[in-house]
């Protein structure tokens, strides 16, 4: 059984930048792929980022793109989501999430484990 430990949220001006870390923990980590979602108060999770097992191929949503960068260390079964210039908009909890897949997967119901979240606040 897989657990996953998310860890880096926290309380930020707009503009600034947060490094949220997961950590993988019971599993061969480099047998899945990896993503970040995250779900505002009152909203659906929604997917932020991917990557593929190896790390080679990564996948953002249109409204991160070019401000977070997602990135994996198997050697130390983690992930990692840098956040730049953030929005009060991207105020939300994030979850790591890992599905055992060849791709890297968009769609929450094809991912098999969930972390329990980090509190990301981003005030104007």
């Known amino acids: 059984q897989m657990q996953l430990v998310e860890s880096g949220g926290g309380l930020v001006q707009a503009g600034g930048s947060l490094r949220l870390s997961c950590a993988a923990s019971?599993?061969?980590?480099?047998?899945?792929?990896m993503g970040w979602f995250r779900q505002a108060p009152g909203k659906e999770r929604e997917f932020v980022a991917a990557i593929k097992r190896s790390g080679g191929s990564t996948y953002y949503v249109d409204s991160v793109k070019g401000r977070f960068t997602i990135s994996r260390d198997n050697a130390k079964n983690t992930v990692y989501l840098q956040m730049n210039s953030l929005k009060p908009e991207d105020t939300a909890v994030y979850y790591c999430?890992?599905?055992?897949?060849?791709?890297?997967?968009?769609?929450?119901?094809?991912?098999?484990?969930w972390g329990q979240g980090t509190q990301v606040t981003v005030s104007s």
């Open positions: 999430a890992a599905a055992i897949a060849q791709v890297a997967p968009i769609a929450t119901m094809e991912y098999d484990y």
């Open positions: 019971g599993c061969t980590f480099s047998n899945y792929a």
